[in-house]
């Protein structure tokens, strides 16, 4: 049985962003664009925007350990870290920006039982944002250890 480390914890951790924050950008997609509100789907992008950015600072410190422990596994391509490390901390600070922007428009999407349209529009955005950064960083984290990705048919 393997035992739990940096690099393990690192990457179960890593699977969750990804998803969440695409499944965030979808829903705010819907709650915008659909014919008859969908306040439902807004309310649905903005839990999962609050919890992505819960979650990426463990996963931002477990890849920080996780890079100091990579350093002689075979087959790690050592060049690719720094790029990936760049991006996370990118991604770091989309992903909470977003979270901060969706817990106040959370209570009042609540509260009001609907958000405006520039407000809904601002979540569509934030939610955008943050899958962005996430996917690109998602992206890069694939070219260390991951040559299926990384090399031509």
Known sequence: MARLNFAHLHLVLTHFPPV?????????????????????????????????????????????????????????????IAPHQRAATIALAVSVGSAVIAMPLFVVELRRGGLSSPLRLLVLVAAVASAGAIGWTANLGGAIHHPEITESP
């Open 20 to 80: 969440l924050s695409l499944g965030s950008a979808l829903s705010a997609v819907g709650g915008l664009l659909l014919r008859r509100r969908r306040d439902d789907l807004i309310r649905i992008a903005l839990v999962m925007m609050i919890g992505v950015g819960a979650m990426m600072p463990l996963v931002y410190l477990a890849g920080e350990r996780a890079a100091d422990s990579i350093g002689k596994v075979e087959g790690v391509q050592q060049e690719a």
